[in-house]
Structure formats: structure tokens, C-alpha cells
């Protein structure tokens, strides 16, 4: 059965700083890759995925993230941060058989991203 | 937008109660999800569904049940609610199983104190 470690259960920066939150996952098969955000009082949202292709995936609001194969890692990084950052960070993965995973995630425990001005 | 609704925000229930967790989605999406998140664990799958009236065990199934009647709505059983069910749970639903369609779209949560 795969596995999904994040690191660091929390993460403090200043605003303006580079910040990189660590994902590594165990699986012996392809998978998909996924960081989901959570802002407080509300449900989960994509930020990012990987499925196939370029192993840098970028999202609309500057965060981006490599799959690296080898180390089976999947960081998510940002080089300047905001205040408006501070959210709890997941990354998920859904185990891929033959392009199948009937969308089923395995997540990591969150780390939680505080941006102090 | 893709929309996943559940029914309550905040339940407060007694030990003992069934508790019924209500999920609606309005994008025809095939696959539906139950997941409980509690700090420092992260999310956890209790049950999903690929089809009406199919349903498959998760990985902490215990103590839950689950309903599929119709595609839009998946139902959270619990059928004897006890204090350590007390948690924040979510629903979830994707269009199907390659690529882009595994992206699944979350409803609020729900949060469940049992006392």
C-alpha cells in the first residue's frame, strides 16, 4: 500500500521569504501527485497536480512543485511568500494501475504554513 | 464551478446516537468519497463509491456504513456514535479513474462532536 510523508508538520516564515514544504511518497507503481491547500473553516483545494508529462508543475498563484522519481518526492515550493499563504498544506497521491486509480487519495499528515509579517 | 455540498457544518451528537452525514454533488460525477481528518493524521478514506448502490471500504472503515441510493448523494452512517468519532469529516467526489477526471473536489466538512 503506498504512503505519503510530509516532513515538517509546521512551517514558519516571514513574508517575502522562499519556502519549500517537503512531500515524499512510497509506491513500487506510477502514480499521480497532488498538493491540496486548506484555509481555515473551509474544505480542501487543488493547488497543483502531476499525472504525466513535465516534472515541474506550476499553479496560477506561484507555487510549483517537481516530481523527482528517484527520491519519489514531490516538494512544494514558493520563492516569495504572503501573508495570505497561511493555510494548512496537503499532499496526496492516487496509485495509478494500467492509467486506473478510481481517484482514490492517499494524504499526508499537513503541514501547517504560518506567514509572519 | 464543481459543487460539493454536505449538509451540516457543526453536528453535536450523544454517544450511542446513529448519525447520518449527508453528501450532494451537481456535476454527474461518477466516484464519491468519505474522509475523516484529525491534526497530525492528515486525511483518512472511510469509505468510497464508483457507481450507485457500489460501495468500497476504505481504510479505517470501523464503526461507519455507507449509502448510495442515487449518483448525486452519498450518505456517512455512523451507526452507534462514540467519542472517538468525534472529528471534522469531508466529502469528496471526481468525474472517473485517468488523469485529469481523478481530481477530486471537496465539500466544507463537517464537524462532529460526540459527547
Known amino acids: 500500500a503506498q504512503s505519503v510523508t510530509q516532513l515538517d508538520s509546521q512551517v514558519p516564515v516571514f513574508e517575502e521569504a522562499p519556502v519549500e514544504l517537503r512531500c515524499n511518497y512510497s509506491s513500487s507503481v506510477s502514480v499521480y501527485l497532488f498538493w491540496y491547500v486548506q484555509y481555515p473553516n473551509q474544505g480542501l483545494q487543488l493547488l497543483l497536480k502531476y499525472l504525466s508529462g513535465s516534472t515541474l508543475v506550476e499553479s496560477i498563484n506561484g507555487f510549483e512543485a517537481e516530481f523527482n522519481k528517484s527520491q519519489t518526492s514531490f516538494h512544494l515550493r514558493k520563492p516569495s511568500v504572503h501573508i495570505s499563504d497561511t493555510a494548512e498544506y496537503f499532499c496526496a497521491v492516487s496509485v495509478t494501475a494500467g492509467g486506473t486509480s478510481y481517484g482514490k487519495l492517499t494524504f499526508g499528515q499537513g503541514t501547517i504554513l504560518t506567514v509572519h509579517p | 464551478d464543481v459543487k460539493v455540498t454536505q449538509s451540516s457544518r457543526y453536528l453535536v451528537k450523544r454517544t450511542g446516537e446513529k448519525v447520518f452525514l449527508e453528501c450532494v454533488q451537481d456535476m454527474d460525477h461518477e466516484n464519491m468519497f468519505w474522509y475523516r481528518q484529525d491534526p497530525g493524521l492528515g486525511l483518512r478514506l472511510i469509505y468510497f463509491?464508483?457507481?450507485?448502490?457500489?460501495?468500497e471500504k476504505g481504510d479505517i472503515p470501523e464503526g461507519y456504513s455507507v449509502s448510495r441510493e442515487k449518483k448525486e448523494r452519498f450518505s456517512l452512517i455512523l451507526e452507534s456514535a462514540s467519542t472517538n468519532q468525534t472529528s471534522m469529516y469531508l466529502c469528496a467526489s471526481s468525474f472517473g479513474w485517468t488523469g485529469d477526471q481523478t481530481e477530486a473536489f471537496f465539500g466544507q466538512g463537517t464537524r462532529l462532536t460526540v459527547v
Open positions: 463509491s464508483y457507481d450507485v448502490k457500489m460501495k
